[in-house]
């Protein structure tokens, strides 16, 4: 109860301050509100590419601030939901006075205020697919308070435009946010560019190269399962390590990407040098994949775009039971997924050596997930924006 009155008050704040800066005339203006970069920098580069007339705001969380300051050097940058008062102020102005707000992430602030009528919101998501549920079809939403869940469907409406790159991923939007079809727009995802761009692919490959030469002279697995809650401090990673250097470092070496907050209590690089590289604080996932020969997770939305490359995944969902009753997973998990589902490690390494991989089925998964996401949807994106704006 005292968490959602700290949360009520604040909303009520923030939907007076945001009202009176309504009373400002619009501008031609983009501001972003960002959690995860990637998306945002591809559709940004593409905005100052097209257009150097439009004003740009980023708006994120103050720890974020130094990074994305080396990516967007062309734009204002302001911490969001921080205690600078000037910067709060600021950010709810831009907010209220800008003609496209870019999203990543449910923001609570939504679902106080209500935008301008010729104001669009674009959802541009984290996840190129889904595997486990979110948004009002996630069971531990469905635990929250009435009052909770009204809140969430009132940020669900607030989306104008939900970005996708299939129309099974618009199908799966339209449960999760209660929206109708014609919320959806199906560009591509912004960050899938990078996949179909050689040129910086290779850049990529010998950035990574360079900084960790150990990786360039075996094969690479890559293994990066989906973040659980209560595993921040006390995490145990799931797979018996000594039975895969034993039979595996000759030929491989394993990438660790864990989520970049949990704490381990071993030093799995010393402990099996030359086998384990932990690249758990390594910012992107999708330049890791660029050097991956093997994929291995669990419910992550990596395999969507993973499936680009059409390289071998494997899917090893060890509490797959548990997952399902406390957040929810996508019916027909082991059907859907394009690669063999293991329930162990022994089963992970009997995979990898005899090749058990259906490189039909991850063609036909890459096409089902990626049909609009084909390389230009950063420069398809920002059209359709500049005809909203102008």
């Known amino acids: 109860m005292g968490k959602e009155l700290l949360i009520s008050s604040y909303l009520l704040l923030f939907k007076l301050v945001f009202n009176l800066f309504k009373q400002f005339k619009l501008k031609k203006k983009i501001t972003f509100v960002i959690s ?4 945002a ?27 994305l300051q080396h990516i967007f050097q062309e734009a204002k940058i302001y911490t969001f939901e921080s205690k600078n008062l000037i910067h709060w102020l600021l950010s709810i102005y831009h907010l209220a006075t800008s003609k496209i707000i870019i999203i990543d992430n449910y923001f609570a602030f939504l679902s106080a205020i209500t935008f301008k009528n010729n ?28 009052k909770a869940q009204r809140r969430f469907r009132q940020v669900y409406k607030q989306f104008n435009r939900v970005v996708v790159g ?14 109708p079809a014609n919320h959806i727009l199906p560009t591509g995802i912004p960050r899938t560019d990078l996949f179909y761009d050689d040129q ?37 990673i799931k797979l018996d390590l000594d039975k895969l250097y034993e039979k595996l470092q000759e030929e491989y070496i394993l990438i660790l990407k864990l989520h970049p907050m949990v704490k381990v209590n071993v030093d799995y690089e010393e402990t099996y040098k030359g086998f384990v590289v932990d690249l758990s604080s390594y910012k992107s996932t999708n330049e890791l994949l660029m050097i991956t020969d093997c994929l291995i997770t669990d419910y992550s939305s990596i395999p969507f775009e993973y499936a680009i490359l059409q390289k071998p995944m494997i899917f090893y969902p060890y509490d797959l039971t548990i997952y399902q009753q406390e957040q929810g997973v996508i019916q027909d998990y082991e059907t859907t997924v394009p690669g063999p589902v293991a329930n162990d490690t022994d089963e992970i390494i009997d995979i990898i050596l005899t090749h058990q991989f259906n490189n039909e089925l991850i063609l036909r998964f890459y096409h ?5 996401s084909k390389g230009n949807s950063s420069n398809r994106l920002v059209q359709y924006i500049l005809t909203k704006i102008t």
């Open 36 to 39: 995860y970069e990637e998306n």
């Open 41 to 67: 920098h591809f559709l940004y580069k593409e905005l100052i590419k097209q257009s150097m007339s439009i004003d740009i705001i980023i708006l994120c969380k103050t720890s974020a601030k130094t990074d």
């Open 119 to 146: 104001v669009e919101c674009i959802q541009i998501w984290h996840a190129a697919g889904a595997l486990k549920t979110f948004g009002l079809q996630d069971k531990s939403v469905r635990k929250r308070s009435n």
């Open 166 to 179: 299939s129309e099974e991923m618009a199908q799966i939007f339209m449960e999760s946010f209660h929206i």
């Open 200 to 236: 910086l692919t290779s850049q990529i490959k010998e950035k990574l190269y360079s900084r960790f030469p150990l990786l360039k002279h075996k094969k690479i697995i890559l293994y990066a399962p989906t973040f659980r809650h209560g595993q921040l401090n006390n995490y145990n």
């Open 368 to 372: 089902q997930w990626n049909e609009h």
